[in-house]
């Protein structure tokens, strides 16, 4: 047998270069990460979604309850706003001014007009030798509370129309319909108004009133004056 040099090993002594050796190290990482790894990723994608489809759902619905609320919301207004509207309209037709046909009445407004301007103008115009003429004047176109108050004036005024030579002269420049309902009128009145005392020099003056009549017979009666 020959005898092999101290150091040298023979092939079986030699170490094994199988695949399973030391240089390849099995890959477990590998395994893992595309086993254990993906699958986990995955599942995270699907929840994901499934996140998402929940989100959208709960979305779609909070609109449409929304949707059904404003609408209600709108409905509620549009009836309470509508019975406001004939609420206001009912009191509009009730009220007073509604019913004032001096808004409304052209004619009838004029009528009491003139027969009022008319009447003050008779019964505050007189003269020395006329007194007679005013008190026929005042029977004619004053009645009720005005007659009275007509009397009162007149008795303290005609003693002293003849004694002092008093004069009046009064017109109505201006006469307002303040409220008109059927045989009841209610006016403003500004007077103009002369007077002389003999042969002095004439003043003039002015005064402002307020005179309540009623459809009497054929004509406007002044049943009642106010000095403002």
Do not use: C
Request: hydrophobic share 40%; no cysteine.
């Amino acid at each position: 047998m020959t005898r092999l040099p101290s150091g040298t090993t023979t092939d079986e002594d030699a170490p094994s270069t199988t695949e399973d050796g030391p240089g390849l190290p099995e890959d477990h990482g590998t395994k893992s990460a595309d086993g254990d790894g993906t699958g986990t990723a995955d599942s995270g994608g699907v929840a994901g979604d499934s996140g998402g489809a929940a989100g959208d759902g709960g979305g779609s619905r909070s609109a449409t309850a929304w949707r059904r609320g404003a609408l209600a919301a709108a409905v509620a207004v549009l009836l309470i706003g509508g019975g406001a509207f004939l609420h206001s309209a009912h009191q509009l037709r009730s009220t007073p001014s509604a019913r004032n046909q001096a808004l409304t009445d052209t004619e009838a407004t004029t009528r009491v007009g003139g027969d009022v301007a008319e009447g003050l103008a008779r019964i505050f115009s007189y003269a020395p030798a006329g007194a007679d003429a005013a008190e026929r004047s005042a029977r004619t176109v004053l009645a009720g509370r005005a007659a009275r108050q007509y009397e009162d004036l007149f008795a303290q005024v005609r003693a002293s129309l003849a004694e002092q030579r008093i004069t009046l002269t009064t017109q109505a420049v201006r006469t307002g319909v303040i409220e008109l309902d059927g045989d009841s009128a209610r006016l403003l009145v500004f007077l103009d108004q002369t007077s002389r005392r003999d042969k002095a020099a004439a003043t003039s003056a002015a005064a402002q009133l307020t005179v309540t009549a009623k459809f009497q017979g054929d004509r406007w009666l002044i049943v009642d004056i106010k000095a403002r």
